[in-house]
């Protein structure tokens, strides 16, 4: 990418190259980080400690990188940011932030870096209740004479997701601290809640754009699969909350959640059919081209987020069959984790680091 100059000179240094990339960064970017712990929690469980390790490591260093990015953002193009805010077909996308800070502090904690987990976890719940309130009312509420509804997509699932992902790592701290345990788990089955009736209303939202407004091959954009890793993040959250110790909230809900989870998962394991097939009208039917896009990394996420789930579950509630299947898409998301991270670098190669071709 180049950039003119006051002069009319083309700017092609990879300082403007890496300032435009900032510009036109997408909100969802985070579902990087999404992607990579969740695969490295998938690892884990699996026995694969080394190769989880390194997924960690990467993780991390996307985490702080795409923080930097957006801080920059905010200073140098706060125009562009501002109109992300009131998009209704991207601002959804910036709680992806929260869900990758809780999944990245959930694999942390399973390391021992308790203390860091719970430093992830006042981060993230602060961004939740902040872009919980700012979001929707900038990207739709706020809209005089406009109806937004005619854009919902599945980046609007990410809000329930960024619910769902205070309550697993909530959930998974509180078995380890000593103090504050009711805390935890009152925050746990908050979320939880609170989550679970978003992805009630976000699915009412999305299913009435589908039958009242055209749906054309270029809408069905990647965040689709949101829909499903919504439900797979609900079941590891209430498979983490079934797990808990003993506490008043937990008590009073674990049933409950511990049959919501089994709904969940069926319901999840529905989805996958009609988004393989939708992937098919897309891209075959209708020749769309398969490139390079950060919102691939909204399909890696629920593939992973679904392999530990239905593990998680399988374990809890002794149901072999389900932990067979999400160690099936346990590998399933490691090898579309591998080609999409492969495709993300050719990608920064190619639109950033390498000078292009002189004209």
Known sequence: MSLE???GRVDDTLRARADAAVRGATPGYFALVMATG???????TNGWDAASVVLLGIAAIAYVTLVAVNVVRAIRHRAAMAADFADPARAFGFFT??????????RLSTEGFHDLALVLL???AIAWILLGYTVPWTAVLGRSGQTALGTANGTWFIWAVASQSIAVLAATLQVELDTGRDAMALLAVFSWSVGTFLYCAVGVFVGVRLLAYPFRPEHLTPPYWVAMGA?????VAGARIVEMADAPMVD???GLIAGAAVFFWAFGTWLIPPLVVAGYWRHVRHRVPLRYEATLWSIVF?????GVGSEFLGDVDRLPIVHAIGLGESWVALGAWAITFV????NLWRTVLRRPPAA
């Open 252 to 254: 009073a809900t674990r």
């Open 231 to 235: 439900t797979a993040i609900t079941v």
């Open 97 to 106: 932030f929260v869900a990758a800070t809780c999944v990245l502090g959930s």
């Open 38 to 44: 969740i695969v490295s929690v998938s690892l884990q």
């Open 5 to 7: 100059t006051a002069g």
């Open 343 to 346: 495709a993300m670098l050719a």
């Open 122 to 124: 006042l981060v993230a």
């Open 302 to 306: 629920p593939l992973g987020m679904y």
